[in-house]
């Protein structure tokens, strides 16, 4: 069967990376986590003193970005791959509150856009993936035969993402975190590099008060269809 290619793209805690592992695993497809690539980015500016509360070196690390090795691995127990920068696993440092901070604004430098936009073409160029993340439809994958815009209520989305958090051992508030969500919907959909704004063509798919085994049903539901026309 001809194998499409899948963009989902959407606000934080939206669900995109729990649907899109799903989907990739039962189509057989690769899952590419985009997201993993802006943070780790920003793992290594706030690691080097690129940026930080009163630090913005943009300009300097700008010119280090072709020296960050960025590499995903695939995790036969996770069925998923993860993220590597300069060699050394950062899945779990790249899930943090402080990563989720600065990553708005690291992603808002087209430098850094750039770069990696160029590499997930390059993993989408066979098809066969479902990558999830801001510009996924608009700018990687304009052409994607299926794409969703996935949103929820921001209360609704900082519970998701605060309960993440604290089940990894995260001591938060969860008014922080909700003050994050927003602060990172309202960056990322006004920047003016590739703002996070609905694709043409996409589906919008409201999830605040659907659980993850519907919205699972749902969405394979619409990718078989697609697949089925190709
Ligand atoms: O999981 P969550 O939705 O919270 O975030 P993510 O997908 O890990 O993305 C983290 C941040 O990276 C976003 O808030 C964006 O600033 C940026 N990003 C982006 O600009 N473009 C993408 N394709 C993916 C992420
Ligand atoms: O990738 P994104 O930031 O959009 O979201 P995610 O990491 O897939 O989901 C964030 C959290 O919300 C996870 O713990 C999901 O299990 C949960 N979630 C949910 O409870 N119900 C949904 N319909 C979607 C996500």
New binding site residues.
Partial sequence: MKKITIAID????????????QLAKALGYVYV?S?AMYRAVTLYALENGFIGEETNKIQALIKMLPYIKLKFEFNQALGYAEMYLDGKNVEKEIRSLRISEYVSTVAAVSEVRQKLVDIQKNMGKDKGVVM?GRDIGTVVFPDAELKLF?T?SPET?AH??Y??LLDRGEDVDFKDVLKNVQNRDYIDSHRVNSPLTKAEGAIEFD?TD???Q??FERIRGMALRVIEKQ
Avoid: P, V, W
């Avoid at 959407?10 to 592992?21: F, R």
């Fill in positions: 959407g606000y934080s805690s939206t669900g995109k990376s729990t649907i899109a592992k986590d997201g999830d996935m929820a989305r998701r993402r309960k993440e999830n659907m659980g993850l519907d919205q």
